[in-house]
């Protein structure tokens, strides 16, 4: 049953949702009847599977060029692994925010942004999300279990962080953290796909991958300040205020020195990543300090701009790694 409090809609919506582009192919290539599930799972907007991807994609590009049991690897990451990431995290994402919808029903019903959802709409059942919630979580179980059993384990292990995220807005300022700590476990996934195994740099790229991820969501949240402020909800958009350009400032130089560790902790006399790694990182960190310094944060359209920018850098660090690699295969160091 729908949320009492989520009627009437906006009939100009259409079956959409108000925060969501209109012009999206769900809404040309899809029968109407599916419209609601590709809601559920934010096909509409590609922006969230395309920034839980990137960490995975990182510590894959990276993983290759770290030393290993008995050699040096500098080859690029493997096309195989990349493409299950991608399956992956479009399914997990899918399956996060079907699951986020169900806890959150209520609350979405009373938020302005979120009230045109498919659940608090009413144009699906809680028990037709559930069953598109499994579904979703069926493809992702496919796709953990291409990989060794290091790697099933540890994805595995990440559920009990995505377990409890949508419900940290109801008790602490940091839900942004529980999300960093979900959205960011790639970071851990890419290196053990490829060594079966943890290492330093992994870790540190995590920590760093948590920081950017708390950094662009506090961005995406002060789209809502008020009416979560209304509602109870508490957030780090909320927490940091008129403070937040400091915050980011703070919490997107962690990223950046994070990162630098990881590529220093691999950076030995025969190994580690090269310097067009480095140099990605740089134009990264440019990318940021423009997300910093551009910022308004009353600007609920300004912030959605600047949160969806950060797939650009995505592409920036990735790309650095990527090229890391081809210049240790065109260049590679002494054994």
Known sequence: MA????????????????DAPSSNWVYRALPRWLWP???LA??????????????????AALAPQAIGPSALATGLPPLWHLALFLIGAMAMRGAGCTYNDLVDEGIDARVARTRSRPLPSGRVTRRQAKLFLVLQALVGFLVLI???????????????????????????DWPQLGLGLAFSWGALMGWAAYWGALALPAVL??????????????????????????????????????????ALAILYGGTILFFLAACLAMATESGGPA??????????????????????????ADCLKLFRTNNLFGWIVFSGFVLSALWLLSFPLPR
């Open 3 to 18: 949320h009492p409090e989520s009627r009437p809609l906006d009939p100009t919506l259409g079956g959409r949702v108000s």
């Open 37 to 39: 599930y590709a809601q």
């Open 42 to 59: 934010r096909w509409d907007r590609p922006i969230g599977w395309q920034l839980l991807l990137w960490p995975c994609w990182w510590s």
């Open 146 to 172: 291409q990989f060794n059993l290091f790697t099933v384990a540890l994805g595995i292990a990440s559920l009990g962080v995505v377990a409890i995220y949508p419900f940290l807005k109801r008790v602490t």
């Open 205 to 246: 790229l995590y920590l760093g991958s948590v920081l950017w991820t708390v950094g662009y969501d506090t961005i995406y949240a002060h789209q809502d300040r008020e009416d979560d402020a209304l509602v109870g909800v508490r957030s780090t958009a909320r927490l940091f205020g008129a403070r937040t350009k400091a």
């Open 275 to 300: 310097w067009p790694a480095y140099a990605g990182l740089g134009i990264g960190a440019l990318q940021m300090l423009w997300q910093v310094r551009t910022l308004r944060i009353n600007d609920p």
